[in-house]
């Protein structure tokens, strides 16, 4: 079971909080094993929209494969609600030391911040904000106006509804781009919204067109990534030939079949990577037949 615990401040934005919230709800109603709690310095939590939300107040024992999301709140600086404990803070940086992932919404970056976890790494929060975070953290590289940084297991977003954009991306690194987009058609939500290229699964970068018959195929790719894939077995399904099917693929995505399944199966394995697999492992798992062609695919620009 994988625990997400949102850590909450006075003056909460609700979107910040339920976006994300319910992309693991989601998750978890259609099987997959995430348990969310929702945790705070007190009990009763005043939210930006005037909703109060009621929260725990005893900081939970994680383990590596847990995550906490801190969401963000509405001030007129990003530091003037927000103010953690340093016990609190310590709680966080622990869980990252120790393996653990941790993400923000918007202002919540600056929780980050403050537990020490932004020195060193690319962020990103709310443009209204930029410049602030930027300021107070300046070992931080601060990229504007994108929907969403991954650096590590440091994760944060702009805001608002990039929370969503933000939970989706994970769990596709997590369960594959077809989990992904199944949470995403269950929430009627735009599931291939593009953040900065470089951020965002292939899945979210490359669905960003009109092409059913290309859909359908990467539908299958993402369901199979692991797997050798013919063209023709693939054309088959789709019910074109694979002449047009290669046509239709480098129209819309800028990419051939293959080369959109060795992105997924690179992005498995950095997630893989990132929690303690050998290149080696990793690469084997998500379907090469050794490290030299995933150590190949991780050096292309």
Known sequence: MTRVVFLLVPQVHLLDLAGPAQVFSTAANLGYDYQLSYLSEQEDVPTAQGLPVRAGVERPALGPEDLIVVPGWRAPTIDHNGQLTAATLGWLADHHAAGGTVASVCAGADALGRAGLLDGRRCTTHHEVQDELAQRYPRATVVRDVLYVVDGRVVTSAGIASGIDLALHLMATRHGSAAAGRIARSMVVYA??????????????????????????????????????????????????????????GQTTGLTPLRYQQLLRVERAEHLIGHGATVETAARTVGFADARMLRRLRARP
């Open 192 to 249: 291939r919204r593009n953040g900065n290229e470089r951020q965002t699964s292939a899945m979210l970068r490359h669905r960003a067109h009109l092409s059913d018959a290309v859909h359908r195929a990467q539908d299958e790719i993402d369901a199979r990534f692991t797997e050798p894939l013919l063209l023709a077995d693939l054309a088959t399904v789709v019910g074109v030939s694979e002449r047009t099917l290669t046509r239709l693929f």
